[in-house]
């Protein structure tokens, strides 16, 4: 089923409707960027003009002149109107203040133009009922673009123009000023060519065609003699002048122009974004270069911090064993070898508060582990308040040097790439970059904590199988067990029960404390090497583990680095650009399919 | 004026103007730095090289070219001048690419042509197409015509205003080398902006001008040439020798048979009323060979010599600007240069103890005799006893850190510190200062320049030995001392032989109250108020090696003034050492980071007082006295 015509005009709209809407959008977000906010500030301008012309949608469209002083734009647009509305003449310029031709019927006010820039004629001619036709000051007579120049005149019109009649002659049509003039003036127009002057001048459509051809899009080129058209108008028109006049009146009528104008607007967003594209093209290396060298600083300070762990994971054994010890005792519950394992650890916990080997640094507290590292963190907020955070950093490797001389290297990235952050507006603090680099310390310490736990636990579970678990039991028991037996065959026995039974001559003595010292010393001795031959297969292996676990901190990226806020600021650029490529490919999609309804007219190549 | 003494006068002129040749592109490649336009692009260098070294003191001939714009028929004006279709003509616009020459017979013989257009390739005529052909070499086609009046070159040229840029370097290039120019002109293009720009410059060059007004309709146009040729006029200051007037007559132009009907410049009383329009056609060759040559040569050259001295356009203008410019790199120069660029602030001092065990070896090294023998035996006794108690510590704390890396890391803080502050002044003045300098600023300030400085920076840090500067500061200060002030020197002499005297019972006493061993311990824990309570600095001459570790607590108590004087030296101590570190920091900063930028800078600054300079300026100067 196809569309209505009506209706496909209402999708066209709603189409146009969206892509405003997220070009409106992609305003809004603005990263703090340089290039980014030249964009910003470029396109709202169009988009300024998307609003205008959308209020003038259905008002007529606004068709004028362009071309060289005497190349005949006045004498043109009096034949073509069929009176003598604009003076043409043998002077140049002829034609200084612009004039609008409007009939009578049409409200000026509704057209969004100065008429105070135009001489304004109100002409009753069959050709101005759907059309208003500017007569322009010519590009080529004024060398700069002086306030009151014809150019500054002109360059004052052309954005309000929907069609440009570019006229042209033999003498002018490969004019140099002119040309440059046009590729600004044709971005957002429409294009008709008309070469004049064919009462005299050969025709020279084919060569001006050739030169127009790289820049521009040339359905059509008319050949004209103006002044033999004017006098001639009570015939019916021919030939080339009747053709324009054709394309003039029927083609440009109310139907056709509200795709004319749409067509011209999707001209207008794609270059303005392609402009910003290119801009972006340009700029952008300095941002990856500027994201490569966070992603070094970020990779140097995680090695750094991974190094110093792994130094100190590395020396502190004895927080290792108990460590250990405590996550096995926890998998086995109670039992003799356990509790002589808890004895063990409970005393060296208590002897290593004393000593010196209190958890002094955060890879200590680390391995420490949460459970036990409460209390000692509890004390440690206390203190922290009045320590500086420097040292805290300094003890893990990252010295106040380091972070200037980040800060410098990522702030001359920073400069060059043209991003303005507050980060490095005020230098000379150290403070918050301290503040950042604590941060960054405890998020990295916060992911080192579970891979040590992690890493217990596997360790644990490889040591408390049932197997090696009643190896040591029974081991233990068979001693204590030793001692029962030979405790209760003594107490019971040989000094009770043997005497009384008649088995004994005597009651035996009961065992003294000749006795119990050196049981109790050899189950001590006896517990302690069970202890120390389990500690020992538990420490087996654990200086591998420990540069496994290194690796594994090197692989894992530090999310956020020293200087977040460029980090984000440049994660911002790269989203936009990609956001700026797909409206760019969008405008683009929809600006060919809207050409190709106006591929009557000439315009501008892209 | 008469000739000869013309004569005279160009060829001095002609001396100088060859002279000066060498000198500006001397000139020029010293002021590189400067990045000012580059000479071919000024108009007046372009005539010096094309106008005024090729045909002054050549008084002989005359340059005639045709110019106009695109496609308004000056190829046609040139085939009517010789008398042939020596041009190829086209109805599409910039047809004609290159330059056509006709030269009178005899000409080769007496003239090189190739020095009158030096910027042209030269070819032998041998087809009207050639001229039509693209090429990127600038073409001259020259051809004899032998019913050319002696003495006369004729120029067709390429546009001045088509799309086709080379053509314009064309135009001018032939522009500059003529005397007379036959304008073309027509109702469409009297008034194009750049069609009034190359007049302009002729007008301003002198030349005579023939306006010849081409495709008129005629009789409809005879009364709006005059104000055609007003507005002109007007526009481009020139005033020209003759007025003609060809109406738009197709076939006759393709025929060489173009009538030029010659009118009479209206004048400025208007009174005047204009003569009726003589309509007979002249002959234009025969109109040219009329032309006072020497009168006109003489004009063009002379236009030509005021271009170059001209004050607002010439060389005036061009060494002003030099001198400008160099002026305000000489500003930033200086400020570059100047020490206020880097400024050392909050420079660490080293740490007491370590100069006071410096002075210590010093001494040690100096003293003499029995004072030297009994002082050194009980240090090695004192170290001796004292080693157990180091051990334990070591074993405890840890292998202390070497004081003078202490120092170190926080002199790299203070390097840093200094390097950041001079990286945001050097961002200050790239932003706010002098656009040359700017790129060659901003090139230093780049994150990896950055990076790679403050490697090298580490580097050279790195490997520097704290040890050996310090003994070398100790030493020169100490033989400073002994040599200025002798007195206390000597009190310092005596104290340290009086020291070893007691230095038995000494020992005893600090041993017996703690501060032999105990001093080891217990100075590190107590701080500085503690112990400088108990150990005064005399104590470390008598008491060895304690108070060494004492010594910075000690110095700094001011007690008594035999230490107030001390304490006076000891900060000289620190200035000088500190001084010599800054300046370590200064020089290399300055050789690594700046670079020869300052070097190059004083040199583009000081580029008025260069001998190009003063060379072109006494040729300028000269060309202005003899004009």
Same mark, same amino acid.
């Given at each position: 089923?196809?569309?209505?015509?009506?209706?496909?005009?209402?999708?066209?709209?709603?189409?146009?409707?969206?892509?405003?809407?997220?070009?409106?959008?992609?305003?809004?977000?603005?990263?703090?960027?340089?290039?980014?906010?030249?964009?910003?500030?470029?396109?709202?301008?169009?988009?300024?003009?998307?609003?205008?012309?959308?209020?003038?949608?259905?008002?007529?469209?606004?068709?004028?002149?362009?071309?060289?002083?005497?190349?005949?734009?006045?004498?043109?647009?009096?034949?073509?109107?069929?009176?003598?509305?604009?003076?043409?003449?043998?002077?140049?310029?002829?034609?200084?203040?612009?004039?609008?031709?409007?009939?009578?019927?049409?409200?000026?006010?509704?057209?969004?133009?100065?008429?105070?820039?135009?001489?304004?004629?109100?002409?009753?001619?069959?050709?101005?009922?759907?059309?208003?036709?500017?007569?322009?000051?010519?590009?080529?007579?004024?060398?700069?673009?002086?306030?009151?120049?014809?150019?500054?005149?002109?360059?004052?019109?052309?954005?309000?123009?929907?069609?440009?009649?570019?006229?042209?002659?033999?003498?002018?049509?490969?004019?140099?000023?002119?040309?440059?003039?046009?590729?600004?003036?044709?971005?957002?127009?429409?294009?008709?060519?008309?070469?004049?002057?064919?009462?005299?001048?050969?025709?020279?459509?084919?060569?001006?065609?050739?030169?127009?051809?790289?820049?521009?899009?040339?359905?059509?080129?008319?050949?004209?003699?103006?002044?033999?058209?004017?006098?001639?108008?009570?015939?019916?028109?021919?030939?080339?002048?009747? !053709? =324009? *006049?054709?394309?003039? $009146? /029927?083609?440009? &009528?109310? @139907?056709?122009?509200? #795709?004319?104008? +749409?067509?011209?607007?999707?001209?207008?967003?794609?270059?303005?974004?392609?402009?910003?594209?290119?801009?972006?093209?340009?700029?952008?290396?300095?941002?990856?270069?500027?994201?490569?060298?966070?992603?070094?600083?970020?990779?140097?300070?995680?090695?750094?911090?991974?190094?110093?762990?792994?130094?100190?994971?590395?020396?502190?054994?004895?927080?290792?064993?108990? !460590? =250990? *010890?405590?996550?096995? $005792? /926890?998998?086995? &519950?109670? @039992?003799?070898?356990? #509790?002589?394992? +808890?004895?063990?650890?409970?005393?060296?916990?208590?002897?290593?508060?004393?000593?010196?080997?209190?958890?002094?640094?955060?890879?200590?507290?680390?391995?420490?582990?949460?459970?036990?590292?409460?209390?000692?963190?509890?004390?440690?907020?206390?203190?922290?308040?009045?320590?500086?955070?420097?040292?805290?950093?300094?003890?893990?490797?990252?010295?106040?040097?380091?972070?200037?001389?980040?800060?410098?290297?990522?702030?001359?990235?920073?400069?060059?790439?043209?991003?303005?952050?507050?980060?490095?507006?005020?230098?000379?603090?150290?403070?918050?970059?301290?503040?950042?680099?604590?941060?960054?310390?405890?998020?990295?310490?916060?992911?080192?904590?579970?891979?040590?736990?992690?890493?217990?636990?596997?360790?644990?579970?490889?040591?408390?199988?049932?197997?090696?678990?009643?190896?040591?039991?029974?081991?233990?028991?068979?001693?204590?067990?030793?001692?029962?037996?030979?405790?209760?065959?003594?107490?019971?026995?040989?000094?009770?029960?043997?005497?009384?039974?008649?088995?004994?001559?005597?009651?035996?003595?009961?065992?003294?404390?000749?006795?119990?010292?050196?049981?109790?010393?050899?189950?001590?001795?006896?517990?302690?090497?069970?202890?120390?031959?389990?500690?020992?297969?538990?420490?087996?292996?654990?200086?591998?583990?420990?540069?496994?676990?290194?690796?594994?901190?090197?692989?894992?990226?530090?999310?956020?680095?020293?200087?977040?806020?460029?980090?984000?600021?440049?994660?911002?650029?790269?989203?936009?650009?990609?956001?700026?490529?797909?409206?760019?490919?969008?405008?683009?999609?929809?600006?060919?399919?809207?050409?190709?309804?106006?591929?009557?007219?000439?315009?501008?190549?892209? | 004026?008469?000739?000869?003494?013309?004569?005279?006068?160009?060829?001095?002129?002609?001396?100088?103007?060859?002279?000066?040749?060498?000198?500006?592109?001397?000139?020029?490649?010293?002021?590189?730095?400067?990045?000012?336009?580059?000479?071919?692009?000024?108009?007046?260098?372009?005539?010096?090289?094309?106008?005024?070294?090729?045909?002054?003191?050549?008084?002989?001939?005359?340059?005639?070219?045709?110019?106009?714009?695109?496609?308004?028929?000056?190829?046609?004006?040139?085939?009517?001048?010789?008398?042939?279709?020596?041009?190829?003509?086209?109805?599409?616009?910039?047809?004609?690419?290159?330059?056509?020459?006709?030269?009178?017979?005899?000409?080769?013989?007496?003239?090189?042509?190739?020095?009158?257009?030096?910027?042209?390739?030269?070819?032998?005529?041998?087809?009207?197409?050639?001229?039509?052909?693209?090429?990127?070499?600038?073409?001259?086609?020259?051809?004899?015509?032998?019913?050319?009046?002696?003495?006369?070159?004729?120029?067709?040229?390429?546009?001045?205003?088509?799309?086709?840029?080379?053509?314009?370097?064309?135009?001018?290039?032939?522009?500059?080398?003529?005397?007379?120019?036959?304008?073309?002109?027509?109702?469409?293009?009297?008034?194009?902006?750049?069609?009034?720009?190359?007049?302009?410059?002729?007008?301003?060059?002198?030349?005579?001008?023939?306006?010849?007004?081409?495709?008129?309709?005629?009789?409809?146009?005879?009364?709006?040439?005059?104000?055609?040729?007003?507005?002109?006029?007007?526009?481009?200051?020139?005033?020209?020798?003759?007025?003609?007037?060809?109406?738009?007559?197709?076939?006759?132009?393709?025929?060489?048979?173009?009538?030029?009907?010659?009118?009479?410049?209206?004048?400025?009383?208007?009174?005047?009323?204009?003569?009726?329009?003589?309509?007979?056609?002249?002959?234009?060759?025969?109109?040219?060979?009329?032309?006072?040559?020497?009168?006109?040569?003489?004009?063009?050259?002379?236009?030509?010599?005021?271009?170059?001295?001209?004050?607002?356009?010439?060389?005036?203008?061009?060494?002003?600007?030099?001198?400008?410019?160099?002026?305000?790199?000489?500003?930033?120069?200086?400020?570059?240069?100047?020490?206020?660029?880097?400024?050392?602030?909050?420079?660490?001092?080293?740490?007491?103890?370590?100069?006071?065990?410096?002075?210590?070896?010093?001494?040690?090294?100096?003293?003499?005799?029995?004072?030297?023998?009994?002082?050194?035996?009980?240090?090695?006794?004192?170290?001796?006893?004292?080693?157990?108690?180091?051990?334990?510590?070591?074993?405890?704390?840890?292998?202390?850190?070497?004081?003078?890396?202490?120092?170190?890391?926080?002199?790299?803080?203070?390097?840093?510190?200094?390097?950041?502050?001079?990286?945001?002044?050097?961002?200050?003045?790239?932003?706010?200062?002098?656009?040359?300098?700017?790129?060659?600023?901003?090139?230093?300030?780049?994150?990896?320049?950055?990076?790679?400085?403050?490697?090298?920076?580490?580097?050279?840090?790195?490997?520097?030995?704290?040890?050996?500067?310090?003994?070398?500061?100790?030493?020169?200060?100490?033989?400073?001392?002994?040599?200025?002030?002798?007195?206390?020197?000597?009190?310092?002499?005596?104290?340290?032989?009086?020291?070893?005297?007691?230095?038995?019972?000494?020992?005893?006493?600090?041993?017996?109250?703690?501060?032999?061993?105990?001093?080891?311990?217990?100075?590190?824990?107590?701080?500085?108020?503690?112990?400088?309570?108990?150990?005064?600095?005399?104590?470390?001459?008598?008491?060895?090696?304690?108070?060494?570790?004492?010594?910075?607590?000690?110095?700094?108590?001011?007690?008594?003034?035999?230490?107030?004087?001390?304490?006076?030296?000891?900060?000289?101590?620190?200035?000088?050492?500190?001084?010599?570190?800054?300046?370590?920091?200064?020089?290399?900063?300055?050789?690594?980071?700046?670079?020869?930028?300052?070097?190059?800078?004083?040199?583009?600054?000081?580029?008025?007082?260069?001998?190009?300079?003063?060379?072109?300026?006494?040729?300028?100067?000269?060309?202005?006295?003899?004009?």
């Amino acid at each position: 089923m196809s569309l209505t015509p009506e209706l496909q005009q209402l999708a066209i709209l709603a189409e146009i409707d969206e892509l405003v809407l997220r070009v409106r959008r992609w305003l809004n977000d603005v990263p703090a960027w340089g290039p980014a906010r030249k964009a910003r500030s470029l396109v709202s301008k169009i988009l300024d003009r998307v609003h205008s012309l959308r209020i003038r949608l259905e008002s007529p469209l606004v068709v004028a002149t362009f071309g060289g002083t005497g190349t005949g734009k006045s004498t043109l647009v009096n034949a073509l109107i069929g009176q003598e509305a604009s003076e043409s003449g043998r002077q140049r310029p002829t034609t200084t203040m612009p004039i609008l031709l409007v009939h009578p019927d049409i409200e000026t006010t509704a057209l969004g133009l100065d008429l105070s820039q135009f001489h304004v004629k109100k002409i009753d001619a069959p050709m101005l009922r759907d059309l208003i036709i500017i007569d322009c000051p010519d590009p080529d007579t004024s060398e700069a673009a002086e306030s009151g120049s014809n150019l500054a005149r002109l360059r004052s019109i052309l954005p309000h123009c929907d069609v440009l009649l570019y006229v042209s002659t033999q003498q002018k049509y490969r004019s140099a000023r002119i040309a440059e003039e046009l590729s600004d003036a044709a971005s957002g127009c429409r294009l008709v060519f008309v070469q004049t002057h064919a009462e005299q001048d050969s025709d020279v459509r084919e060569d001006w065609r050739q030169s127009l051809a790289p820049e521009y899009q040339v359905p059509d080129m008319f050949f004209v003699d103006s002044r033999r058209a004017f006098a001639e108008q009570a015939q019916r028109p021919s030939g080339d002048f009747g !053709r =324009l *006049l054709e394309l003039l $009146t /029927n083609q440009l &009528g109310a @139907s056709r122009r509200v #795709a004319i104008r +749409r067509a011209n607007l999707m001209d207008l967003l794609e270059e303005a974004l392609t402009v910003c594209r290119t801009d972006y093209d340009s700029e952008l290396p300095e941002i990856q270069k500027l994201q490569e060298v966070l992603d070094q600083q970020r990779t140097k300070l995680r090695d750094t911090l991974t190094n110093q762990l792994r130094d100190e994971l590395l020396v502190n054994q004895n927080l290792w064993e108990r !460590r =250990l *010890l405590s996550a096995v $005792t /926890n998998i086995w &519950g109670f @039992s003799p070898f356990s #509790a002589v394992l +808890r004895l063990y650890n409970g005393l060296g916990a208590f002897i290593a508060s004393f000593s010196f080997f209190r958890a002094r640094s955060s890879a200590q507290m680390a391995l420490i582990g949460a459970v036990q590292g409460a209390r000692w963190l509890k004390s440690r907020v206390e203190e922290q308040e009045a320590e500086s955070s420097l040292e805290r950093l300094a003890s893990f490797g990252i010295t106040d040097q380091q972070l200037q001389e980040s800060r410098m290297v990522v702030s001359g990235y920073v400069h060059s790439a043209g991003i303005d952050s507050e980060e490095f507006s005020d230098r000379r603090d150290m403070h918050q970059l301290r503040r950042r680099a604590a941060t960054v310390e405890s998020q990295f310490l916060g992911d080192a904590r579970r891979g040590i736990d992690e890493l217990i636990e596997q360790l644990a579970e490889r040591n408390c199988s049932a197997m090696t678990r009643y190896r040591y039991e029974i081991l233990l028991l068979l001693y204590l067990v030793f001692l029962i037996g030979r405790i209760g065959h003594n107490f019971f026995w040989s000094s009770f029960l043997a005497p009384i039974v008649g088995k004994a001559d005597h009651a035996e003595p009961l065992l003294t404390i000749d006795f119990y010292i050196p049981a109790l010393i050899f189950l001590m001795m006896w517990s302690a090497m069970l202890v120390l031959s389990y500690t020992w297969r538990l420490r087996r292996g654990l200086s591998a583990e420990i540069h496994k676990l290194a690796q594994t901190m090197v692989e894992t990226r530090i999310l956020e680095g020293l200087f977040p806020s460029v980090d984000h600021v440049c994660q911002g650029v790269i989203d936009d650009d990609h956001r700026l490529s797909e409206l760019l490919e969008r405008t683009s999609r929809f600006r060919r399919e809207l050409a190709e309804g106006v591929g009557f007219l000439g315009g501008q190549r892209r | 004026m008469d000739e000869a003494k013309q004569d005279v006068l160009f060829n001095h002129c002609a001396a100088t103007v060859r002279s000066l040749l060498p000198a500006l592109l001397q000139l020029e490649s010293e002021a590189a730095l400067l990045q000012p336009v580059p000479l071919v692009e000024r108009e007046w260098f372009e005539l010096l090289r094309q106008k005024l070294i090729p045909q002054l003191g050549e008084q002989a001939f005359l340059v005639v070219a045709v110019v106009g714009g695109t496609n308004i028929g000056k190829s046609v004006i040139f085939n009517h001048l010789a008398g042939s279709c020596a041009s190829a003509t086209s109805p599409l616009a910039s047809g004609t690419k290159h330059a056509t020459c006709l030269v009178p017979e005899g000409f080769n013989a007496q003239h090189d042509l190739q020095s009158v257009f030096p910027d042209f390739e030269l070819h032998e005529w041998s087809d009207a197409s050639l001229a039509l052909e693209e090429s990127d070499t600038h073409r001259l086609f020259w051809r004899v015509a032998k019913e050319l009046p002696p003495s006369l070159l004729v120029l067709d040229t390429p546009d001045i205003d088509s799309d086709a840029r080379v053509n314009w370097v064309r135009a001018d290039a032939v522009r500059r080398s003529a005397d007379v120019l036959i304008a073309v002109l027509t109702q469409q293009k009297y008034n194009d902006a750049a069609v009034k720009e190359f007049f302009r410059k002729a007008g301003d060059e002198d030349k005579a001008v023939l306006v010849i007004f081409n495709q008129c309709l005629l009789p409809e146009d005879e009364p709006y040439w005059p104000i055609w040729l007003e507005t002109f006029c007007r526009e481009t200051h020139i005033s020209p020798d003759a007025v003609y007037i060809t109406p738009n007559d197709r076939r006759a132009a393709e025929d060489l048979r173009l009538p030029f009907f010659e009118r009479r410049i209206p004048g400025t009383n208007s009174e005047d009323t204009p003569p009726a329009p003589d309509n007979t056609p002249r002959d234009l060759a025969a109109d040219l060979a009329k032309l006072r040559f020497r009168e006109i040569r003489m004009r063009t050259l002379l236009g030509s010599l005021h271009e170059l001295t001209h004050p607002q356009r010439g060389i005036p203008a061009y060494l002003r600007e030099l001198r400008l410019a160099s002026e305000d790199l000489g500003r930033t120069a200086t400020r570059l240069t100047t020490d206020s660029v880097v400024q050392v602030r909050n420079w660490p001092s080293p740490a007491n103890s370590i100069l006071v065990a410096e002075i210590r070896q010093w001494w040690h090294a100096h003293q003499e005799g029995w004072a030297r023998a009994i002082n050194s035996a009980y240090n090695t006794v004192g170290s001796g006893l004292l080693w157990p108690i180091r051990a334990a510590r070591r074993a405890l704390q840890g292998e202390p850190v070497p004081l003078m890396e202490g120092y170190r890391s926080r002199e790299w803080l203070a390097v840093l510190g200094v390097v950041e502050e001079l990286f945001d002044k050097l961002q200050w003045m790239a932003d706010s200062g002098n656009e040359i300098i700017r790129p060659r600023i901003e090139a230093v300030l780049q994150g990896a320049a950055r990076s790679q400085l403050l490697t090298l920076l580490k580097q050279k840090h790195d490997a520097l030995d704290f040890e050996d500067e310090l003994t070398l500061i100790v030493d020169q200060e100490m033989q400073n001392l002994q040599k200025t002030k002798p007195d206390l020197f000597g009190m310092y002499r005596q104290l340290n032989n009086v020291s070893a005297v007691v230095r038995p019972m000494t020992s005893v006493v600090l041993f017996s109250i703690g501060f032999g061993p105990a001093g080891e311990m217990v100075a590190p824990f107590l701080g500085h108020a503690a112990a400088s309570a108990v150990v005064h600095v005399f104590a470390d001459v008598a008491g060895g090696a304690t108070a060494a570790i004492a010594g910075e607590a000690a110095v700094s108590s001011a007690a008594g003034s035999g230490a107030g004087m001390l304490q006076a030296w000891f900060h000289r101590l620190h200035s000088a050492f500190t001084a010599r570190r800054a300046s370590w920091l200064t020089n290399l900063v300055h050789g690594e980071l700046l670079g020869a930028l300052p070097e190059e800078l004083n040199a583009a600054a000081g580029l008025t007082k260069s001998d190009a300079f003063i060379e072109v300026q006494k040729s300028v100067s000269k060309l202005e006295g003899l004009l």
